[in-house]
């Protein structure tokens, strides 16, 4: 069964685009959301969100788990 702690991080980090915004906006720390994240992704068997030194992107996979999720 999916956390939804985990999901509500998900599309609050896809709408922010950026880790430290979108923990901001959940009142959690940075490192706590990358772990909500990676632990969503594992349990999906998806790569959910694209790293990078400017930000985050969603992948191909994002929008269809955005939309269940919305």
């Given at each position: 069964?999916?956390?939804?702690?985990?999901?509500?991080?998900?599309t609050t980090l896809?709408?922010?685009?950026?880790?430290?915004?979108?923990?901001?906006?959940?009142?959690?720390?940075?490192?706590?959301?990358?772990?909500?994240?990676?632990?969503?992704?594992?349990?999906?068997?998806?790569?959910?969100?694209?790293?990078?030194?400017?930000?985050?992107?969603?992948?191909?996979?994002?929008?269809?788990?955005?939309?269940?999720?919305?």
């Amino acid at each position: 069964m999916l956390n939804l702690v985990w999901l509500k991080s998900f599309t609050t980090l896809v709408q922010h685009r950026r880790f430290q915004a979108a923990a901001q906006a959940l009142g959690i720390a940075q490192p706590t959301l990358s772990q909500h994240i990676q632990k969503l992704e594992e349990q999906l068997g998806a790569l959910l969100i694209r790293r990078s030194k400017t930000g985050c992107e969603p992948t191909k996979s994002s929008p269809g788990a955005y939309a269940a999720c919305a």
